[in-house]
C-alpha cells in the first residue's frame, strides 16, 4: 500500500490577507505611557481640588468638638485629643436657636413654594405661547437676574420702611421672591421648552383640553426640572444673609443666619465651637434633602439643558 506525503497547505492559500485598513493599530508604547501620565495628573488634581473644598467642612466639625479653651491654641490640632460636645449641647439647650430656626423654615418655605409655583407658570408661558412684548419680557428677566443684591437691597428697605414691612417676615419673603423668581423664571423655561408641543397637540387630539394636557403631559415631564429649581432657590433663600440683615433687625423676626451672626457681632468673647456647631447645623437639612433627591437633581440638570 502506497502512502503519501502530506504537504500541509499554506495559510495564505485558502485565507485572504487581513486588509490593512481594518487591521487595529496598537498604540505605542510612548503613546500609552503618555496617557497614564494624563489620567495620573488628572486623578491628582481631582484629588487635591476634593480635599481642598472638603477640608473646611472637616475643620467646622473639628472646631465644633473641640473644648473651648483648646480653640484658641496657637498650635491647632487637625485630629483634637479631646472631643466635647458641649458646645452642640449649648445651641439644641437655646430657646433662641429654636425661634430661629422656625422662621427660617416659615421664610423658605413660603419663598420656595410661591418662587417655583409662580415661576413654573410664567415660564410656561413664555415658552408656550406668542404674546406681545414676549421677547421683552425675556430680557427683562435676563436683565433683573443679573442686577446685584446690593443694588436693590437700599430701595427694598426704603420702600419696606414707609409701608410697615420692615420688620416682618411676609415682607422677607416677598424681598426673597424678588431675589429668585427671574432664576426660577430662566431655569424652567429651559425646562417647558424642551418639551415637543406635539405631545401636547396629540393628547388634544385624543380628547384632553388644554388643562388636561398640561397636567397629564407637561408637569409629569417637567417633575425633575421642578424639583432641581426648588433645591437651588431652597439653598439661595436659606443661606441669604444680605437683604434678612437690612431688613431684619428684631431677634424674634432672626433667621438662622441672622442668629449665626450675633456669635460675631458681640463685644464679648467669640465663642467659635458653638459658631461652627451652629453652622453644621444649618447644612444638615440642605444635605439631607439633597442627597434624598440627587437623581430627580441629576436629571433635571441635562433635562434642562435640551432646549433653551
Known amino acids: 500500500m502506497s502512502s503519501t506525503a502530506f504537504t500541509p497547505t ?9 486588509d490593512p485598513r481594518l487591521t487595529a493599530v496598537r498604540p505605542t508604547s510612548a503613546r500609552a505611557t ?3 501620565v494624563v ?7 481631582a484629588v487635591v481640588i476634593s480635599v481642598v473644598w472638603i477640608f473646611p467642612i472637616y475643620w467646622m466639625l473639628i472646631v465644633a468638638v473641640t473644648p473651648l ?14 472631643i466635647s460636645l458641649e458646645a452642640f ?27 417655583t409655583l409662580v415661576g413654573f407658570l410664567a415660564a410656561t408661558a413664555i415658552a408656550r405661547f406668542r404674546f406681545r412684548f414676549r421677547n421683552s419680557a425675556i430680557v427683562l428677566v435676563m436683565i433683573v437676574q443679573m442686577v446685584p443684591l446690593i443694588a436693590l437691597i437700599a430701595p427694598l428697605v426704603y420702600v419696606y420702611t414707609k409701608i410697615g414691612l420692615s420688620e416682618s417676615l411676609f415682607g422677607l419673603v416677598i424681598g426673597l421672591l424678588a431675589l429668585t423668581l427671574p432664576f426660577c423664571i430662566w431655569t424652567l ?9 406635539e405631545l401636547e397637540e396629540a393628547a388634544m387630539v385624543d380628547g384632553c383640553t388644554r388643562v388636561g394636557a398640561f397636567f397629564r403631559i407637561i408637569l409629569p415631564l417637567v417633575v425633575p426640572g421642578l424639583v ?3 433645591i437651588y432657590t431652597l439653598i439661595q433663600t436659606w443661606t441669604e444673609f444680605q437683604l434678612t440683615n437690612f431688613m431684619i433687625s428684631g431677634a424674634n423676626h ?22 461652627m456647631a451652629t453652622a453644621l447645623l444649618m447644612a444638615v437639612p440642605i444635605v439631607a434633602l439633597f442627597l434624598l433627591v440627587q437623581r430627580q437633581v441629576a436629571s433635571g440638570l441635562t433635562a434642562g439643558a435640551v432646549k433653551g
Open 254 to 275: 432672626y433667621t438662622l443666619p441672622l442668629y449665626l451672626n450675633a456669635f460675631l457681632g458681640t463685644n464679648q468673647e467669640v465663642l467659635y465651637n458653638e459658631v
Open 189 to 197: 423655561r429651559g425646562f417647558v421648552a424642551g418639551i415637543p408641543a
Open 34 to 36: 503618555r496617557k497614564k
Open 89 to 115: 449641647r449649648a445651641v439644641l439647650t437655646d430657646s433662641s436657636f429654636y425661634q430661629s430656626l422656625r422662621n427660617s423654615l416659615i421664610v423658605t418655605f413660603s419663598t420656595v413654594v410661591v418662587a
Open 69 to 82: 479653651g483648646q480653640v484658641y491654641s496657637i498650635h491647632p490640632q487637625l485630629i483634637p485629643g479631646n
Open 39 to 45: 489620567k495620573w495628573v488628572l486623578n491628582t488634581v
Open 228 to 230: 432641581s429649581t426648588a
Open 10 to 18: 499554506r495559510r495564505s492559500e485558502y485565507e485572504p490577507e487581513p
